[in-house]
C-alpha cells in the first residue's frame, strides 16, 4: 500500500511539473522547443499523400528481413556471455556497392535503453556504412527482442531473476565478449563503436573496469552520451533517488521485465510498427518522439 500510493504521488508530481521542463528546455534549446512547425506537418501529410494508401514495405519486418529486402547479406552470430546471457548480433559483411575480399574495419552499432539493433534501420545508417567499406556488425543487448537466450534453461524471460542485470553487465560482459568474437571473425584487434544513450553509458563501464579493451577501440562515437547526472533536469533527479522503488515494482508485479510493445499494443488496439503508419496519426507520432529525448538531459 506504501509502495502504490508513492507511485501515485510521483506521477502526479511528474505531470505538474512537465510543462515546467519543456519551458526550461525550450528556453536552453530554442531550436527544439517546437520539434514539429506547420511546414514540418505540411511535408509530413504530402509525403503520405505521395504514398497514396501504401504500407511501408519495411514496416513490421525484423533486422535480417530488411537488410534483405534492401539486397544486402546479413548474417546472425550467437555470442554467450561470461555469465551465460546468449545475445544475437547481426552482421553485414559486406555490401553490393563495396568489393569483396578486401580488409575491413569492424564497426559495432549499440542501441540505447528501451531499444534494439533495429533502431540503427529506421534510417540507412548501417547500409551507408557497409557502402563504404566498413565490416557492420548491429548489437543486440541482454534482455530485448534478439537476445533473450541462456546456457540456463531455466532462465528465461518468464524468470525474474533472468532480469537482475543492468547497463553495468551490459558493458563488462555483452561488450567485451562482443568484441571477442568480432576480432575472431574478421581479424580486426581494434573497431570503431558507435553507441547511443545507454549504448554509450555501456562503453564507459567497459572501458573503466576493463581497461585492457581501451587498446581495442580506435573510436568510440557516443551519441546522446549518458554517462554521468551532472545535467540532469531537477524534476528527473527524484526520480533517480527513488530507482529502488521502482525496481520493486517491476520485480513484483511484471516479474522484471518492462513490454513496452505489450502495453501499448493493449491500450492502441495497434502493434507499435503499425501505430504511426497512416496518416492520420503519423505526424503527431513524430512530434512525440521528437519530443522525448528533451526529458533525457544527461
Not at 527513488?242 to 511484471?254: A, D
Not at 510493445?261 to 496519426?281: H, M, Q, S, V
Amino acid at each position: 500500500m506504501k509502495f502504490i500510493l508513492i507511485s501515485s504521488i510521483v506521477l502526479l508530481w511528474s505531470k505538474l511539473n512537465e510543462i515546467d521542463l519543456i519551458r526550461q528546455i525550450g528556453e536552453e534549446y530554442p531550436e527544439i522547443r517546437w520539434p514539429m512547425t506547420s511546414t514540418d506537418r505540411k511535408i509530413c501529410y504530402d509525403q503520405f499523400d505521395a504514398m497514396g494508401e501504401k504500407q511501408n514495405p519495411d514496416t513490421g519486418l525484423s533486422i535480417d528481413q530488411l537488410l534483405t529486402r534492401h539486397g544486402y547479406p546479413v548474417q546472425r552470430i550467437n555470442v554467450t556471455t561470461e555469465d551465460g546471457y546468449i545475445l544475437g548480433v547481426y552482421r553485414i559483411p559486406f555490401s553490393p556497392k563495396s568489393s569483396i575480399g578486401v580488409a575491413k574495419k569492424a564497426v559495432l552499432l549499440q542501441h540505447g535503453q528501451g531499444a534494439n539493433g533495429l533502431a540503427w534501420l529506421v534510417q540507412s545508417g548501417p547500409r551507408n556504412l557497409a557502402d563504404r567499406g566498413f565490416d557492420v556488425f548491429i548489437l543486440n543487448a541482454r534482455g530485448n527482442t534478439y537476445s533473450q537466450g541462456h546456457v540456463d534453461p531455466a532462465m528465461t524471460p518468464d524468470n525474474v531473476k533472468y532480469w537482475d542485470f543492468s547497463f553495468h553487465e551490459m558493458g563488462i560482459y555483452d561488450l567485451s565478449a562482443i568484441i571477442e568474437m568480432v576480432t575472431e571473425t574478421t581479424g580486426n584487434n581494434a573497431m570503431f563503436y558507435v553507441g547511443h544513450s545507454m549504448g554509450t553509458a555501456m562503453l564507459a563501464v567497459l572501458l573503466s573496469t576493463r581497461p585492457e579493451y581501451n587498446t581495442r577501440t580506435l573510436t568510440g562515437f557516443l551519441l546522446s552520451p549518458a554517462i554521468q547526472f551532472g545535467r540532469t533536469a531537477p524534476q528527473l533527479k527524484f526520480f533517480t533517488r527513488g530507482s529502488n522503488y521502482f525496481q520493486y515494482f517491476f520485480n513484483k508485479f511484471l516479474q522484471g521485465k518492462y513490454e513496452g510493445n505489450k502495453i501499448i499494443e493493449k491500450y492502441t488496439g495497434k502493434r507499435p510498427e503499425y501505430l504511426c503508419a497512416k496518416k492520420r496519426d503519423a505526424c503527431g507520432c513524430n512530434q512525440i518522439r521528437l519530443k522525448i529525448p528533451q526529458f533525457k538531459r544527461i
